[in-house]
């Protein structure tokens, strides 16, 4: 199974605007954002990746300037790939500790527009979000941003966290071969098996709560799991349809973060046990 990442959608955050509640809003490029708020920090695609539940439709009642170029549903998605396939250039860091390696090609890369610490909390998740700009295919234009969430720690943010947790994890696997070497040196327990094999059951079962607790820690992997993508996209849709059946009864124009799709990425989260989603 491949790990599923990155809610695609557009967020509400402006700058210098009055807005009533029922007001759309699209921000289309980095000027629209509240200025100082926000980070560049490069990003790096990953390739055979595969989009799943995205309307070309949809996307081109927001982009009709790409309408020209994405005359199919194959051509459609073939450019999600290309321009939404990416994570942030912290996230290789956390291999075989949060996440499985990760085929990066690392000759394309782009940029996140990342919110920073001034605007959110290090460790509540603004680390795994961030923006990515709509380009033209010809005129190279900024035609809009996408809010990608799960792409992973980028270098604004995650360089701290990802520190953290590589320098438990190497605390708690150095603290776990020192007690395997010392159960094998022990005397008393060579000459008991039985109480050498509960012995090195009892610290592997020590090292194995510490790792799990790393593998789960909240809002820490960067990644967006397979249950909270589809939890999320679930959630977004039916709000929605609520209220669009609300709208029309009462002539409001209340809208949710409208969110695109699913992007599945040939790589996997570690999770407690040493499982893989």
């Not at 590589?166 to 094998?184: F, H, M, S, T, V």
């Not at 209340?254 to 040493?274: C, R, S």
Request: hydrophobic share 40%; proline share 5%.
């Amino acid at each position: 199974m491949r790990r599923y990442t990155g809610f695609i959608f557009f967020v509400v955050l402006t700058a210098g605007t009055l807005l009533r509640a029922d007001d759309p809003v699209r921000p289309r490029t980095e000027e629209d954002l509240i200025a100082g708020t926000y980070a560049r920090d490069p990003i790096v695609h990953v390739p055979d990746s595969v989009p799943i539940g995205f309307s070309r439709e949809q996307f081109l009642r927001d982009f009709p300037e790409l309408a020209p170029f994405l005359t199919t549903q194959a051509d459609f998605e073939a450019f999600v790939v290309k321009n939404l396939s990416f994570v942030g250039t912290q996230q290789k860091r956390l291999t075989h500790i949060r996440n499985t390696p990760i085929p990066m090609d690392e000759t394309v890369t782009s940029e996140a527009i990342t919110r920073n610490q001034s605007a959110g909390n290090l460790e509540r998740g603004d680390t795994r979000a961030g923006f990515i700009e709509i380009r033209h295919p010809t005129t190279n234009k900024v035609i809009g941003l996408i809010g990608v969430k799960g792409i992973g720690f980028k270098d604004s943010l995650g360089a701290e966290l990802v520190d953290k947790q590589r320098q438990r994890a190497k605390a708690a696997g150095n603290a776990y071969r020192e007690e395997l070497k010392r159960i094998a040196a022990d005397p008393e327990l060579n000459a008991n098996p039985k109480k050498a094999a509960e012995e090195r059951a009892r610290v592997t079962a020590e090292f194995e709560k510490v790792r799990d607790a790393v593998y789960t820690a909240d809002h820490s992997s960067g990644l967006t799991t397979l249950g909270e993508a589809f939890h999320e996209l679930a959630k977004q849709r039916t709000l929605q349809a609520r209220f669009e059946a609300y709208n029309a009864r009462h002539g409001t124009n209340f809208q949710t973060n409208e969110v695109y799709g699913v992007i599945a990425l040939p790589f996997y989260v570690l999770t407690a046990g040493g499982k893989k989603e």
